[in-house]
């Protein structure tokens, strides 16, 4: 007896039900991922620049007008701890901005900007909150 390679007695491709269960798995399965795709790319939003939304944190402008370029700028902010870290929205037109060389505060962050007359924009950071075991 010769083995025939093609021959197969259970063809799902032939059944009517299995193509129909296939067509349901990928229409459940591009669903799934259009979901995670609206989660990660279109549902986590900043807020609009004055209200926050979903991340927690508070926007805040800064001006660099008088101010001796590399030394420290308080930065006031109202996130209630320790912020760690923050996120340059909208840039200066000219140089940089980087973390101060002192120690930030639950009520102030301080950062440095390498050109003076300057103004930028950023999302200062709160971390989230825990809640303690009982």
Known sequence: MRFNAQWNPFRPEKSEAWQQWAARLATDIGRLLDSFS???????????????????????TVTTVGITPGTN???????????????????????????????????HLYLQCSVSNQWFTIFVLAPPVTESPN
């Open 73 to 107: 700028i308080a930065v006031p902010h109202k996130v209630g701890v320790v912020p760690p870290g923050f996120i340059l929205m909208v840039p200066p037109v000219g140089g940089y901005v980087s973390r101060g060389n002192v120690a930030w505060t639950t009520t």
């Open 38 to 60: 609206q989660l990660l790319n279109g549902q986590i939003t900043f807020g609009d620049g004055s209200d926050i939304d979903n991340i927690k944190g508070e926007w805040t």
